[in-house]
């Protein structure tokens, strides 16, 4: 069946270091993929995609990495700031792009 | 950045009585979704929209939910008689086409009592 899943609920890291989400999933027919930043009593905010012909994406500072043969997604954050601070959510999709949501990792970023 | 708009942001609803969730997604977006996320839960697929028509729909979304798109702009989710476990935060989220970014609005919180 489909599922998408996150290993770790929390992530607490020191401001200025790299934050690393990951994410696996299942479904091996999808092929879009994407990272969303969930802040307190706001709606998911797109951070990047990728889709299953690249194995790795780069944006400002967020890096998206995609490992097919494990069914393994990644987000990197560089140099994480405080107002990162927020719950992240992958997603998965195949050909209808109708997503299906992980169930969200916190972090937290120390000062 | 063009935003979807929701409103409420929040509703408070005794159990039986019919909600209608509102939305008004980007202008130029022609898919149009409702998503849910039950507190400390996933975001949930409700239903796709595109052409005056439902695209995709969930098990959730049984015969007690609709969408409509009433005129250009608004996009609204109708729940007929509610239920207690209906309450949850509901996001409108709309695209230019498939593949493109999705973009979520900020949810209406649903409590029904």
């Known amino acids: 069946g489909e599922s998408v899943g996150l290993h770790l609920p929390t992530l607490s890291v020191q401001e200025g270091d790299n934050s690393i989400i990951n994410c696996a999933y299942s479904?091996?027919?999808?092929?879009?993929f994407i990272w969303y930043k969930q802040e307190s009593g706001k709606g998911p905010q797109f951070i990047i995609d990728?889709?299953?012909?690249?194995d790795k994406r780069q944006g400002q500072r967020v890096t998206v990495l995609l490992n097919k043969t494990v069914k393994h997604l990644s987000l990197q954050i560089a140099a994480t700031q405080p107002g990162d601070s927020a719950v992240y959510f992958c997603a998965e999709a195949d050909s209808s792009y109708k997503l299906i949501f992980g169930s969200g990792t916190r972090l937290l970023v120390r000062p | 950045e063009p935003e979807v708009t929701q409103t409420p942001s929040h509703q408070v609803t005794q159990m039986g009585q019919e909600v209608i969730l509102r939305c008004v997604p980007i202008?130029?977006?022609?898919?149009f979704y409702w998503y849910r996320q039950i507190l400390g839960q996933k975001v949930e697929f409700l239903v796709s929209?595109?052409?005056?028509?439902?695209?995709?729909k969930s098990e959730i979304f049984d015969d007690q939910f609709s969408v409509e798109r009433p005129d250009g702009s608004n996009f609204t989710l109708k729940i007929r008689s509610t239920k207690l476990e209906d309450s949850a935060m509901y996001f409108c989220?709309?695209?230019?086409?498939?593949?493109?970014?999705?973009?979520f609005g900020s949810g209406t919180q649903l409590s029904v009592l």
């Open positions: 989220a709309s695209t230019q086409g498939l593949g493109e970014k999705l973009f």
């Open positions: 479904n091996s027919a999808s092929d879009y």
């Open positions: 202008s130029n977006h022609l898919y």
């Open positions: 990728i889709r299953s012909n690249m």
């Open positions: 929209f595109y052409n005056n028509e439902i695209s995709e």
